[in-house]
């Protein structure tokens, strides 16, 4: 049995298929981050799951993508894990880049964005994946990531910018405490999924000017820090991933027409399009 996964902070989606490549079952499990997240809760986090303990003794192959494996201390960690868990496995672990990749775009070129709970880019030659920039993470970039609009959100409530409609119906979904928001933020296990948690309060108001406003400004700096540099035109498409860009793809295409970039669509959760390029490609 091999094991796919599209590997995001917030949540991970597996994909058990057998080994004649017929689908065994899907499951989840919360985020496994490894430049955020310790050690053992990561391995806390995969064993929690019924599904995964079940058959972790049966799994041949672990294929990993995953937010936050973009550097090789990243990748040893999470390898380490999986070894310890999938006694009986390979196991394949790569940046969440190269699974966009694979779910966007199978031999043609083109860009490739993530715009989830992190956001990340990168230009697909056909062959290899080339990134404009080392990223960061949470704290200094992620433009336009779950993350980021979290932050703007509860700055703009603390600043009181936000208006006061949108602000009452803020109070009352969140815990807006300063105390509690500074524990989360600087002594939680997952200050960026904290914040990511917060932006899906803007799908509930995604005609609003005040959110909509948000947003754009949001995407329009990804454009000019995560795409731009990039250097290509028209006849590179751009295939964007991930909830932000799922809910927001009128934007999206707005800001891509803005910079005469072709916009080339959404993909909410790009799980079910890896699986299809594993069976095709990379299980024998």
Not at 83 to 92: D, G, I, K, L, P
Not at 188 to 196: E, I, K, Q, R
Request: net charge negative; charged share 25%.
């Amino acid at each position: 049995m091999i094991l796919i996964a599209d590997g995001g902070s917030t949540k991970v989606d597996w994909f058990a298929v057998n080994s004649d490549k017929t689908d065994a079952f899907k499951t989840r499990t919360e985020g496994l981050n490894p430049a955020i997240v310790d050690e053992a809760i990561l391995k806390k986090r995969i064993l929690g799951n019924i599904n995964i303990e079940e058959v972790r003794e049966k799994i041949s192959h672990v294929f990993f993508y995953g937010a936050g494996c973009g550097t090789p201390k990243a990748v040893t960690v999470l390898e380490t894990i999986f070894q310890e868990v999938f006694v009986n496995a390979a196991v394949v672990v790569a940046e969440d880049m190269l699974g966009a990749v694979y779910a966007a775009s199978e031999a043609e070129p083109a860009i490739v964005c993530i715009l989830g709970t992190g956001s990340n880019s990168c230009y697909f030659d056909g062959k290899n994946i080339h990134n404009c920039t080392t990223s960061l993470g949470w704290a200094i970039m992620d433009e336009a990531s779950g993350n980021y609009f979290g932050k703007k959100l509860i700055r703009d409530y603390y600043y009181k910018i936000m208006p006061e409609e949108i602000r009452n119906k803020f109070e009352e979904q969140y815990n807006l405490e300063d105390d509690y928001i500074k524990n989360e933020l600087y002594k939680g296990d997952a200050p960026n999924t904290f914040l990511a948690s917060h932006a899906s309060f803007m799908f509930d108001f995604k005609e609003h000017t005040y959110i909509t406003s948000l947003i754009a400004d949001g995407v329009d700096e990804f454009f000019r820090y995560r795409v731009l540099p990039y250097g290509k035109g028209k006849e590179i498409p751009i295939y964007f991933i991930g909830s932000v860009a799922f809910y927001f793809a009128n934007i999206v295409e707005e800001i891509a027409k803005k910079y005469q970039l072709t916009f080339s669509g959404t993909i909410q959760r790009p799980i079910d399009n890896m699986i299809a390029y594993h069976k095709k490609h990379l299980i024998q």
